[in-house]
């Protein structure tokens, strides 16, 4: 009797095995592994990143805002490093949530960062993206590869070429 139980289950779970499908792909999620949600802002510059470069690029998306110092400094960090790195490696875009469209250009122009890939969310802490990305726990960084899967996420500036080169 024992030992038809045993052939049973493990018959049982071959069969599941088997019957997983082969073709899954990621979910929708935050963590590495995961399709990174889609970021599209509103406003008069609508802008939408996106996540398909030519294989062997990445795109490095970093959430901030000027209030929180410790955002804008890794920020700045992050931009010279995708700058020493070259743009033929890593593309990055910087989303701010600040609550007034002055203070993310003053900081933008105060901080020299690169005007074209510092986009400003509009509805802030009430926007889609900033839910999606789960920022209410804090801002953070995210290393997307070119089929829009994360790679790495909130790690510091120093170590995104350590993370590259693992890669």
């Known amino acids: 009797m024992k030992v038809n139980a ?19 792909k990621p979910t929708v999620g935050t963590n590495p592994g ?3 949600p889609r970021i599209e802002m509103e406003g008069d510059d609508a802008a939408k990143i996106r996540f398909q470069n030519p294989e062997g690029q990445f795109t ?8 929180d110092a410790e955002s804008r400094a890794r920020n700045v960090l992050l931009w010279n490093k995708v700058n020493k790195l070259g743009t ?16 993310f250009t ?3 122009r105060a901080d020299k960062l690169d005007a074209a890939t510092q986009l ?5 802490k009430a926007s889609d993206c900033y839910r ?7 801002f953070q960084n995210f290393l997307i590869d070119s089929k829009g899967v994360i790679i790495a996420s909130n790690f510091a ?5 350590e993370i590259l080169e693992k890669i």
């Open 132 to 138: 999606a990305y789960g920022l209410e726990k804090g």
């Open 60 to 67: 490095l998306v970093n959430f901030w805002a000027a209030y």
């Open 106 to 108: 003053e900081t933008v």
């Open 88 to 103: 033929d490696k890593v593309a990055m875009y910087s989303v701010s949530f600040d609550p007034a469209e002055s203070v």
């Open 157 to 161: 500036p120093d170590r995104l070429a």
């Open 120 to 124: 400003w969310d509009s509805r802030g």
């Open 6 to 24: 045993l052939v049973l289950t493990a018959a049982t779970a071959l069969f599941l095995v088997a019957a997983a499908p082969k073709d899954a």
């Open 34 to 36: 995961d399709l990174a």
